[in-house]
Nanobody, 120 residues
Framework: QVQLVESGGGSVQAGGSLRLSCAYS????????MAWFRQAPGKERERVAL???????SYADSVKGRFTISQDKGKNTLDLQMNSLKPEDAAMYYC??????????????WGKGTLVTISS
């Protein structure tokens, strides 16, 4: 059974940094996509950063140069380092991963989220 558990959310001042972590278990696919999404109240869910096992990393334009996604296969974690945070980065952040279908647009597994709030 695949499980994804996010941690690291909290409140930070604008301009500050946070590091989110997603601990995953039971995940054994050799071709996969793992990603961080976010959703703010009243807004659509947005994919923030992605790791594709074959193609590397990609980022939403809104976070490019500020956020870094990384995976530690030894620890089974997917991290999101967020720097130079802006008020518009406030959202619930979710970790997600593909299943047997290797399609980055089709995330099969989701965590429950971790909340990031930004004070100006």
């Amino acid at each position: 059974q695949v499980q994804l558990v996010e941690s690291g959310g909290g409140s930070v001042q604008a301009g500050g940094s946070l590091r989110l972590s997603c601990a995953y278990s039971g995940y054994t696919y050799s071709r996969y996509c793992m990603a961080w999404f976010r959703q703010a109240p009243g807004k659509e869910r947005e994919r923030v950063a992605l790791i594709d096992s074959n193609r590397g990393t990609s980022y939403a334009d809104s976070v490019k140069g500020r956020f870094t996604i990384s995976q530690d296969k030894g620890k089974n974690t997917l991290d999101l380092q967020m720097n130079s945070l802006k008020p518009e980065d406030a959202a619930m952040y979710y970790c997600a991963a593909t299943g047997i279908i290797y399609n980055c647009a089709d995330m099969r597994y989701w965590g429950k989220g971790t909340l990031v709030t930004i004070s100006s």
